[in-house]
């Protein structure tokens, strides 16, 4: 049974950093793709950034391009986000997911997501 | 980016109530979209993969249709524990892109 278990988040300032985990279990994690999605208050689900099953290769939503960064620790079955030069509109819940595929070899499995209950992120002076 | 637009926003609806909810594409996306149901406080659920097929311990009362650029969703009898956001999500490339949501309320 897929386990998502997100951490890291609370209230920060405006320009600041914040990271974000998410403890992976119930499943082999080292031969799946994983996503952070967030979900702004009153608004739909946003997806931020994929990370490939052995780290290889990484995409990102324009609207955090350059400020997020997603990673792993396959070792440890975690996953990460790394988030700088913080914005209001950076305020959301935000989802750590498992793709259905490793990403690297798609059989029409990938970019379907299970997914962790989400940790809210508030971004305010 | 492919856009992606449900419709309606919302709707309220009674128990044992069919309901139809739809997704439009901003270009033809063959058959791969997905279906989530987002309540409050939890994971969200995948339902539907693939335009049409159930995912696995999902009830049968879920089922979704389309190709192309138009796509449903019907839920055929409603149930209390089905009161709750649904949204589509296109998997055809990068960046993933979702509806806005449909929030189904209880009449």
């Known amino acids: 049974q897929v386990q998502l278990v997100e951490s890291g988040g609370g209230v920060v300032q405006p320009g600041r950093s914040l990271r974000l985990s998410c403890a992976a279990s119930?499943?082999?994690?080292?031969?799946?793709?994983m996503h952070w999605v967030r979900q702004a208050p009153g608004k739909g689900l946003e997806w931020v950034a994929v990370i490939w099953y052995d780290g290889s290769n990484t995409n990102y939503a324009d609207s955090v391009k350059g400020r997020f960064t997603i990673s792993r620790d396959n070792s440890k079955n975690m996953l990460f986000l790394q988030m700088n030069s913080l914005r209001a509109e950076d305020t959301a819940v935000y989802y750590c997911?498992?793709?259905?595929?490793?990403?690297?070899?798609?059989?029409?499995?990938?970019?379907?997501?299970?997914w962790g209950q989400g940790t809210l992120v508030t971004v305010s002076s | 980016d492919i856009q992606m637009t449900q419709s309606p926003s919302s709707l309220s609806a009674s128990v044992g109530d069919r309901v139809t909810i739809t997704c439009r594409a901003s270009q033809s996306i063959s058959n791969y979209l997905n279906w989530y149901q987002v309540k409050p406080g939890k994971a969200p659920k995948l339902l539907i993969y693939a335009a049409s097929s159930l995912q696995s311990g999902v009830p049968s009362r879920f089922s979704g249709s389309g190709s192309g650029t138009d796509f449903t969703l019907t839920i055929s009898s409603l149930q209390s524990e089905d009161f709750a956001t649904y949204s589509c999500q296109q998997s055809y490339r990068i960046p993933l892109t979702f509806g806005g949501g449909t929030k189904v309320e209880i009449k």
């Open positions: 119930g499943f082999p994690f080292s031969s799946y793709g």
């Open positions: 997911a498992r793709d259905h595929g490793n990403l690297a070899y798609c059989g029409g499995e990938c970019y379907r997501m299970d």
